[in-house]
């Protein structure tokens, strides 16, 4: 084994722990939500002035994009997300960089953690709330994170170049 195979096997096992520690936190911290905090089924938690836990159900994707789809969609969306997750599985095989590596994992959790979701109960659990002036933000939860900081991991990335870019 050469030292770029080596270095590749490391960031492939890098990226494939941490869509691991992704999904494991998103499906406890929703497990918590569900059986533990949601019992017998409050309405609002409130944390902070600015940050309530809820339970929301959302049966579409993004910010509830396409939740009118009907009782397919749930099948047609993992189906998706399925599909997504296996092409960065294959960029996450490629990856020559720890921060790709890392990034790309993100992603893969956070995606497998809404799959989990769907396949299980039909929606995806969303439940952290923030809020400012009477205004509140879509409800997300650990995987939307996990999807959100690893797009934007890949963005700086693609975006300022290292030396082993250059």
Do not use: C
């Amino acid at each position: 084994m050469t030292a770029v195979e080596s270095r590749k096997g490391r960031f492939l096992m890098l990226g494939l722990l941490a869509a691991a520690v992704v999904a494991a936190v998103d499906q406890a911290t929703k497990w918590w939500i569900l059986n533990v905090l949601m019992q017998p089924a409050p309405q609002v938690v409130e944390v902070t002035p600015f940050f309530n836990l809820v339970l929301a159900w959302n049966r579409g994707v993004s910010f509830g994009t396409f939740s009118g789809g009907g009782s397919w969609m749930p099948y047609a969306l993992t189906a998706v997300a399925l599909a997504i997750a296996g092409v960065l599985l294959t960029w996450l095989w490629r990856a020559e960089r720890w921060f790709v590596a890392l990034a790309l994992g993100m992603v893969i959790g956070g995606a497998v953690g809404n799959v989990v979701d769907r396949v299980r109960l039909g929606a995806v659990v969303d439940f952290l709330d923030f809020h400012a002036f009477g205004w509140h933000f879509w409800a997300f939860n650990v995987a939307d994170s996990g999807i959100s900081v690893g797009v934007m991991l890949l963005l700086i990335d693609g975006l300022f170049p290292g030396d082993e870019k250059a």
